[in-house]
């Protein structure tokens, strides 16, 4: 495999359910990142990780809580979701967190919170 | 706060020239990117400014102008495969802030 992963592509869970979004780079890259994309309005930044260190949290929700267990995988989990929470996740990485860094993105993960 | 302007939609005709406005009021400022996005699919990097002036690469260029807080994408010889979404995003170190998007529409 090659570029960045993300599984599952969809994703339907009630509002009680308990969920985890994962995501693969294959880059050898040392920045992830999660955000958050709904309809008509801007990609929202909601973490990013260096070297496995959370380095920025963009006020997000308790309700996710993302883990970066090494510099290849980012994991979001998700509990007691709310309906406007209902958006495509995409995880993305890039060689570090300095400012000239190009991102690369995965295809997303498409959530519906029923 | 952080604010980021862009038109929502463009369409022009194969072969033309079009250009992408986008202004920005970031309280920090790195650099301007450029985004596409075709419909399903993921973002994919196209261009970085950090300095004021016209950056080429191929048929798209970018142009940034840091007094004015405005940037530009201008793509030429447009194709159909350019229908897509083009997003600005200000890089502010750690954070990147983007715009919503301009949706480009490109007919026979």
């Known amino acids: 495999e090659t570029g960045v992963t993300q599984t599952p592509r969809h994703l339907v869970m009630g509002m009680t359910n308990k969920k985890s979004l994962k995501c693969e780079q294959h880059?050898?890259?040392?920045?992830m990142y999660w955000y958050k994309q709904s309809a008509k309005k801007p990609l929202e930044l909601m973490f990013v990780?260096?070297?496995?260190?959370?380095?920025e949290n963009n006020s997000v929700p308790s309700r996710f809580s993302p883990e970066c267990p090494n510099s290849s995988h980012l994991f979001l989990h998700l509990h007691t979701l709310q309906p406007e929470d209902s958006a495509l996740y995409l995880c993305?990485?890039?060689?570090?967190?300095?400012?000239?860094?190009?991102?690369?993105f995965g295809p997303g993960t498409r959530l519906t919170v029923t | 706060g952080q604010s980021l302007e862009q038109p929502s939609e463009v369409t022009a005709v194969e072969g033309a020239i079009v250009q992408i406005n986008c202004t920005y009021q970031?309280?920090?400022?790195?650099?301007l990117s450029w985004y596409q996005q075709h419909d399903g699919g993921a973002p994919t990097f196209l261009s970085y400014?950090?300095?004021?002036g016209l950056e080429e690469t191929g048929r798209f260029s970018s142009f940034l102008s840091r007094s004015d807080s405005y940037g530009y994408l201008l793509l030429q010889e447009l194709q159909m495969k350019d229908s897509a979404s083009y997003f600005c995003?200000?890089?502010?170190?750690?954070?990147?802030?983007f715009g919503s998007g301009t949706k480009l529409n490109v007919k026979p």
């Open positions: 880059l050898g890259h040392n920045a």
């Open positions: 993305a990485s890039s060689q570090t967190t300095g400012p000239e860094r190009e991102q690369y």
């Open positions: 970031t309280s920090g400022f790195y650099g």
């Open positions: 995003a200000v890089n502010n170190f750690n954070k990147f802030y």
């Open positions: 400014n950090a300095l004021d």
């Open positions: 990780y260096s070297l496995e260190e959370r380095v």
